[in-house]
C-alpha cells in the first residue's frame, strides 16, 4: 500500500471509531434519560458503568492521532482531518460524562415520587440525542450547512434549559419541600445544557476542519 | 541549530504558553472570587472579556503542537511531551470557562444583599488556584509525588462542594425566598468542582507523560 493510501485506511478507522463513539454516547444518553422518566437507579447505575468503555476508546483515538501525524507529517488540510478527529473524540468523551451526570442526579433521587411530570427534560434530551447524530453527519460529510443546522438547535436546548430552570425554581418557592429533588433535577437540565455545548463544539470542529477557520458559533 | 535543539527550543516555547495561560487561569478564578465577594459586576464582566485571550492562546498552542509532531516525529516519551502540552491546554481553557462560569452567576446576584457570609467558597477558590500552580510544577518538572499530592486537594474541593451545598439547601428549605441567589451561589460553588476536576487532569496527564500509563487518580 501507498502512504497515500495508508493514511486514508487510518483515517477511515479513526472515523469508525469515532462512530462508535458517537453511538456509544446516545445510547448514554438515551438510557440516562430513560433512568429518568423510569425511576430506575439500576439502569443509571449502568450507564455509569460503561463510561469506562468509551474513556479507552477516547485514549486510544487520542494516542493513534498523535502516532499518525507523527508517521505521516500531514499538513493543511490532512493535518485539520487528524486534529478534528482528536477534538471530536474529546467532545464526545465529555458528552459521555455529562451523561453519566445525568445518571447520577437520577441515583439521587429515583426512590422519591418525582414533584411534576418531567416534559421538557425527555424533549431536551431527545434534541441532545439528534445533535449527536447530526454533528458526525456534519464531519464525516464535511456539510459545514449542517453543522451550522446543528448548532443552531443548541438554541432550542438552551431555551428548553431556561424554561426547566424557571418552572422548578418557581416550584421550590411555592413548596420548600421540593427543594432537594427539584435541585437535582435542575442539574440534569444543565448536564444537558451542557451536553448541547459540546456538540455545537463538534460543529465548531467542522467549520474549521473545512475552512481552517476558527468560528464561534452560537457564542 | 539541529533538528533536536529545535525541538527543544519549541517545547520551551510551548511550555512558557502553558505558563503563560495558567497564570491568565489564576487571574480569572482569583478575580472572579473577588467579584463575588466585593459584589462587583463590573469586575466580573471583565473575566468574561478576558477569556477570549485564553481561548486564542489554547488554539495557538494547539496547532504548533501538530506542527511540531508533524515536523519532528517525535516517539515514545517526546511525543508525550507534546500530547501532553496539548491537553493541558485544553484543561486550561476549560478552566478558564469555569471561571467565566463563576463571573456570570456573580452577574446574576451582584446587586442583592447576599442571604449569607461567605466562607467556604473563597477557601475552594483558594484551593483551586494553587492546584492550578502545583499541577504547572509537576508538569514542568515531571514530578509524579507532586501531581498526586495536588489530585488530593481535589478531595478538600469535593467536600467543601458537598458543604456548601448542603448548607444552602438547607438555607433554602428555612426561608425560601432565598431561592434564587443561593442557586447561583450552588452554581458557583459547582463551577469551583468542576475546576477542580480539571485539574486533576492535569495531574492525571503528568503521570501519563511520564509514565506512559493511564491512571484514574481520585475517581
Not at 482531518?81 to 467532545?91: F, G, H, P, T
Not at 432537594?180 to 467542522?206: C, P, S
Amino acid at each position: 500500500m501507498s502512504v497515500r493510501s495508508d493514511f486514508h485506511h487510518a483515517l477511515e478507522t479513526l472515523q469508525q471509531d469515532l462512530l462508535r463513539m458517537g453511538s456509544y454516547v446516545e445510547e448514554a444518553i438515551s438510557l440516562s434519560t430513560k433512568a429518568l422518566l423510569d425511576q430506575d437507579r439500576q439502569l443509571a447505575s449502568q450507564v455509569i458503568a460503561n463510561d469506562d468503555r468509551i474513556d479507552r476508546l477516547q485514549h486510544d483515538v487520542e494516542e493513534r492521532c498523535m502516532k499518525l501525524i507523527a508517521l505521516q507529517q500531514p499538513m493543511a488540510k490532512d493535518l485539520r482531518k487528524i486534529s478534528s478527529a482528536w477534538r471530536i473524540s474529546l467532545e464526545l468523551e465529555r458528552m459521555a460524562d455529562n451523561a453519566c451526570g445525568v445518571a447520577k442526579s437520577v441515583r439521587r433521587i429515583a426512590e422519591q415520587p418525582y414533584v411534576k411530570t418531567l416534559v421538557n427534560t425527555p424533549i431536551m434530551s431527545s434534541v441532545c440525542q439528534q445533535m449527536v447524530k447530526m454533528g458526525l453527519d456534519a464531519y464525516l460529510q464535511e456539510d459545514i450547512e449542517l453543522a451550522i443546522k446543528m448548532s443552531d438547535l443548541d438554541n432550542q436546548v438552551d431555551a428548553l434549559y431556561k424554561h426547566i430552570f424557571n418552572d422548578l425554581l418557581q416550584l421550590m418557592l411555592k413548596d420548600p419541600s421540593v427543594i432537594n429533588q427539584a435541585t437535582q433535577l435542575i442539574f440534569i437540565a444543565r448536564y444537558l445544557e451542557r451536553f448541547g455545548d459540546h456538540a455545537t463544539n463538534i460543529a465548531e470542529t467542522v467549520v474549521y476542519l473545512v475552512t481552517g477557520e476558527r468560528k464561534e458559533l452560537n457564542p
